[in-house]
């Protein structure tokens, strides 16, 4: 589920290093699953996406996982890179309601240089 | 550069004005989306098109008003606004088809009510 907050969670991590962002989703019947990057002054725009019949999915340095026994979402980000500093939302499509997508809060990932 | 062109990039208006948003995709989609998003929050759906149809309002206050003339033309018309109406507003695409398929949104349009 979502949580109210004034404070985005930041990730902080080393350059080169590997990220892990982290979602928990509500919604049982979710069968679609998205993460989107946000960079300052900009639209989201599509990372990776998943079907709830798989448990992983790999693109270009990035890797998906979902867990559905404890509704949970994660997005992997190998040798991560200044340009991977930005806002990360994952966004949830519930079974027969595409049209209808949910964001989570967002995660604030900054590569230390 | 993004493929959902949104006009204009920023916008200051009065309470009593009256302003439109634009937004425009060329990628043959059929359904297209408004959503509000403030600072450091998500993205909060508040309109759906399916094929130039209104599917979706999530309860939004009627000073704001969908309009989607064709496939790939959507606007917002704005009308009586409140100063907590100040956000940024994007227009996002998607294919349209029952199988679900990732949003493609533009660089939004930021909102300043005075």
């Known amino acids: 589920g979502e949580s109210v907050g004034l404070h985005l969670p930041t990730l902080s991590v080393q350059e080169g290093d590997n990220s892990i962002i982290n979602c928990a989703y509500s919604n049982s019947a979710s069968d679609y699953f998205i993460w989107y990057k946000q960079e300052s002054g900009k639209g989201p725009q599509f990372i990776i996406d998943?079907?709830?019949?798989?448990d992983k999915r790999q693109g270009q340095r990035v890797t998906v996982l979902l867990n559905k026994t404890v509704k949970h979402l994660s997005l992997q980000i190998a040798a991560t890179q200044p340009g991977d500093s930005a806002v990360y939302f994952c966004?949830?499509?519930?079974?027969?309601?595409?049209?209808?997508?949910?964001f989570g809060i967002g995660t604030k990932l900054q590569v230390i240089p | 550069d993004t493929e959902v062109t949104q006009t204009p990039k920023h916008l200051v208006m009065g309470m009593t004005n009256k302003k439109s948003l634009k937004c425009e995709q060329h990628m043959g989609h059929r359904a297209m989306y408004w959503y509000k998003q403030k600072a450091k929050k998500p993205p909060e759906l508040m309109f759906v098109y399916s094929y130039e149809k209104l599917s979706i309002n999530e309860s939004v206050p009627s000073r704001f008003s969908p309009e989607c003339p064709n496939s790939s033309l959507l606007n917002l018309h704005l009308h009586a606004l409140q100063p907590e109406d100040s956000a940024l507003y994007l227009c996002?695409?998607?294919?349209?088809?029952?199988?679900?398929?990732?949003?493609?949104f533009g660089n939004g349009t930021r909102l300043t009510v005075t």
């Open positions: 998943i079907r709830s019949n798989m």
């Open positions: 966004a949830e499509n519930p079974r027969g309601g595409y049209q209808k997508v949910t």
């Open positions: 996002a695409s998607s294919q349209g088809r029952n199988d679900p398929s990732p949003l493609h």
